[in-house]
């Protein structure tokens, strides 16, 4: 089999997961949008977390070029990508429990600020509670995971529980469990994920519902603009002056 084949059958499974979601979760979206809407006309702040490659659609959406400038990247130390040595540790950490409220009680998130917490499977004790806490906190949780694995994996959570159970609006990736999109002959491992596609897109979807909800309020989005196009540095730094009490990346 060509690589170009196989490229192309990517390309395929990718864009018919896309057309699944643009299509089966519009009314999710359509209410991510409207909740991160309301937390900003509210003066509230808006924060993002995913461990481990689930943080990419997280970090992507973080001081982002057509992007609000008020998402904030909620870290955990260790779980940011592959941002640590040996990679597996940021696996682990994920199932350490507790970590996910002594990181809550130190950020600067409060009752009324939007929590979107990203995790493909649900099922680790880190994104579950960092839901439920926030939860507990009086902030409004989007989740963005794949049900399949609530349904076809046993949790890891001592509650049994998963991130679904502890949002009030759950975005399903439709991400099959594994997270991987082909099988060939002479392959013995199915491969090629399309979770940070899929859910990359769905993130965008969200904030430009958002944006778009904003500005049917009268309310003009913070939105950044390229620092790569003429006068993009100087409406950047306007924004941030703005909105600088709700932006905590710069400090």
Not at 145 to 174: N, Q
Request: charged fraction near 20%; proline fraction near 4%.
């Amino acid at each position: 089999m060509s690589e170009s084949k196989l490229a192309g059958q990517f390309f395929d499974a990718a864009i018919g997961l896309l057309h699944r979601v643009r299509d089966e979760e519009a009314g999710s979206i359509s209410a991510a949008g409207a909740a991160i809407a309301d937390a900003v006309a509210a003066g509230g702040r808006l924060f993002a977390f995913g461990a481990g490659h689930s943080s990419l659609a997280a970090q992507d959406v973080v001081y982002r070029a057509g992007g609000l400038a008020l998402m904030n990247l909620l870290a955990v130390p260790g779980t940011v990508g592959v941002d640590v040595t040996p990679a597996t540790l940021g696996s682990a950490l994920e199932r350490v429990d507790g970590l996910a409220g002594a990181v809550l009680d130190s950020s600067p998130a409060e009752p009324g600020d939007v929590l979107v917490v990203i995790s493909l499977s649900g099922r680790n004790a880190l994104p579950v509670e960092m839901a439920m806490n926030a939860q507990a906190l009086g902030l409004k949780v989007i989740g963005v995971t794949s049900l399949a694995y609530a349904r076809e994996t046993k949790s890891r959570h001592v509650s049994g529980t998963y991130l679904k159970d502890h949002c009030d609006i759950v975005l399903d990736s439709k991400i099959a469990v594994g997270d991987a999109e082909l099988t060939a002959e002479g392959i013995e491992a199915p491969f090629a994920p399309a979770s940070t596609v899929v859910t990359s897109a769905l993130m965008q979807a969200v904030l430009a519902t958002a944006a778009g909800d904003l500005a049917e309020r009268g309310i003009e989005p913070p939105l950044l603009r390229s620092g790569n196009v003429d006068g993009g540095h100087e409406w950047n730094g306007r924004v941030m002056t703005e909105y600088r009490d709700r932006i905590f990346f710069r400090r």
